[in-house]
């Protein structure tokens, strides 16, 4: 069987992370989430054949062989997981919630256009920021 391999440069980052990022930055297509199984699918960095379960959380963990010789003991993060973090926080951002986004957009143009006090116009203020944080 002749497989392929993504061979990398002599200039190309080291550290786990900046792999991870590489990795995400050049086949972010090829990440699934599955959310039934609550698992994230990611291409290997080294051949164009083999995807690995990933999950995050409080213990994140993946099937590779980096995380299981150094993973759970070490409290260790492989390219793997680094890459499914940074899709993880794209998939956050696709998917804003619109009725926050609606009510912020509405407390925004209250904000700007109704007269009130100093008062009210303080707590609609506290309420615009708590909404963007939630964004």
Same mark, same amino acid.
């Given at each position: 069987? @002749?497989?392929?391999?993504?061979?990398?440069?002599?200039?190309?980052?080291?550290?786990?992370?900046?792999?991870?990022?590489?990795?995400?930055?050049?086949?972010?297509?090829?990440?699934?989430?599955?959310?039934?199984?609550?698992?994230?699918?990611?291409?290997?960095?080294?051949?164009?054949?083999?995807?690995?379960?990933?999950?995050?959380?409080?213990?994140?963990s993946c099937e590779c062989k980096d995380f299981d010789y150094n993973g759970d003991l070490?409290?260790?993060?492989?390219?793997?997981?680094?890459?499914?973090?940074?899709?993880?926080?794209?998939?956050?951002?696709?998917?804003?919630?619109?009725?926050?986004?609606? @009510?912020?957009?509405?407390?925004?143009?209250?904000?700007?256009?109704?007269?009130?006090?100093?008062?009210?116009?303080? @707590?609609l203020q506290d309420r615009i920021e708590r909404l963007r944080r939630a964004l």
């Amino acid at each position: 069987m @002749i497989g392929k391999s993504l061979a990398r440069s002599a200039r190309e980052s080291t550290t786990r992370t900046e792999r991870g990022q590489q990795l995400y930055a050049e086949r972010a297509e090829e990440f699934r989430f599955e959310a039934k199984l609550g698992v994230w699918l990611v291409p290997s960095g080294s051949d164009l054949t083999s995807v690995y379960e990933v999950t995050l959380g409080l213990h994140p963990s993946c099937e590779c062989k980096d995380f299981d010789y150094n993973g759970d003991l070490h409290h260790f993060c492989c390219k793997h997981i680094y890459a499914t973090a940074a899709a993880d926080a794209d998939l956050a951002e696709e998917q804003e919630d619109p009725l926050r986004l609606a @009510i912020l957009r509405e407390a925004e143009n209250r904000y700007r256009n109704e007269l009130m006090g100093d008062e009210e116009r303080m @707590i609609l203020q506290d309420r615009i920021e708590r909404l963007r944080r939630a964004l």
